[in-house]
C-alpha cells in the first residue's frame, strides 16, 4: 500500500511562489497517474491538477492554468507542483494523490491513495 506524505507548504505573500513535493513510503510510484487537490475552509475538495506516469499528459483546472506546473522526477520518485504568482483564493491545505490506472483524470473517485496535506496559505 502506497503511502503520500507532502512537502513544501507555508505562508507566503500574494504574487510569491511556493513548490510543493509529494514523495511515497512503502513504494515507489510506478505506473501511478499523480494528481494535486485542494481544500479550502467550508469548501469542498477541488481538483488543481494531475500528471500522468511518463509526465507526458497534464492538465489543469482553469483557476491554476498557467500558474501552476505540476512535474515528477521518476527516478527520485517525486511529484511537484510549482505554484507561482498566488493569490489568497489559493489559500488551502493540498493534497496528492496517486491513481493506479494511471489516467490522469480530474475526479477525486479516480485516486486511491492520499496523503495527509499541507497548508498554503497566501497573504495580500
Known amino acids: 500500500q502506497v503511502q503520500l506524505v507532502e512537502s513544501g507548504g507555508g505562508l507566503v505573500q500574494a504574487g510569491g511562489s511556493l513548490r510543493l513535493a509529494c514523495a511515497p513510503t512503502?513504494?515507489?510510484?510506478?505506473?501511478?497517474?499523480m494528481g494535486w487537490f485542494r481544500q479550502a475552509p467550508g469548501k469542498e475538495r477541488e481538483f488543481v491538477g494531475t500528471?500522468?506516469?511518463?509526465?507526458?499528459?497534464?492538465d489543469y483546472a482553469y483557476s491554476v492554468r498557467g500558474r501552476f506546473t505540476i512535474s515528477r522526477d521518476n527516478a527520485k520518485n517525486t511529484v511537484y507542483l510549482q505554484m507561482n504568482s498566488l493569490k489568497p483564493e489559493d489559500t488551502a491545505v493540498y493534497y496528492c494523490?496517486?491513481?493506479?490506472?494511471?489516467?490522469?483524470?480530474?475526479?477525486?473517485?479516480?485516486?486511491?491513495?492520499w496523503g495527509q496535506g499541507t497548508q498554503v496559505t497566501v497573504v495580500s
Open positions: 494523490a496517486a491513481d493506479r490506472e494511471n489516467m490522469g483524470l480530474s475526479g477525486i473517485h479516480n485516486y486511491d491513495t
Open positions: 512503502g513504494r515507489t510510484l510506478s505506473n501511478y497517474a
Open positions: 500528471i500522468t506516469w511518463g509526465g507526458m499528459y497534464t
